[in-house]
């Protein structure tokens, strides 16, 4: 599976973007978000399961992101509001092999990522 961020951009503090990951077929997994700051390790944004029943984020993103998925467009969204400074990062898409109930937050659990999209907040 080949995955395709895009939507990354520059906004002002306080704007919003929404990011878009388009798989190369259909996936029926989890999907996650990770980003990865200058100078910083990855981290996880938020990620859904395969059946959108189970949704996750971390806590500096809770109220602010909200990610969704639509499998008729092999697609995951991270749609971003209120954005802080302190969210500029390259941010990644994943998906897994397989399907879990659960939403995983370690790096190793997911087995496909796309390049990345640029997200820069200005203050």
């Not at 659960?102 to 390049?115: A, C, F, H, R, S």
């Amino acid at each position: 599976v080949q995955l395709q961020a895009s939507g990354g951009g520059l906004v002002q503090a306080g704007g919003t973007l929404r990011l878009s990951c388009v798989a190369s077929k259909r996936s029926i997994s989890n999907y996650a978000w990770f980003r990865q700051a200058p100078g910083k390790a990855r981290e996880f944004v938020g990620g859904i399961n395969w059946n959108e029943s189970n949704v996750n984020y971390a806590d500096s993103v809770k109220g602010r992101f909200t990610i969704s998925r639509d499998d008729n467009k092999n697609s995951v969204f991270l749609q971003m509001n209120s954005l802080k400074p302190e969210d500029t990062a390259v941010y990644y898409c994943a998906t897994k092999r397989g399907m879990l109930s659960t939403v995983p937050k370690e790096i190793q659990n997911y087995d496909y990522w796309g390049l990345g999209t640029l997200v820069t907040v200005s203050s």
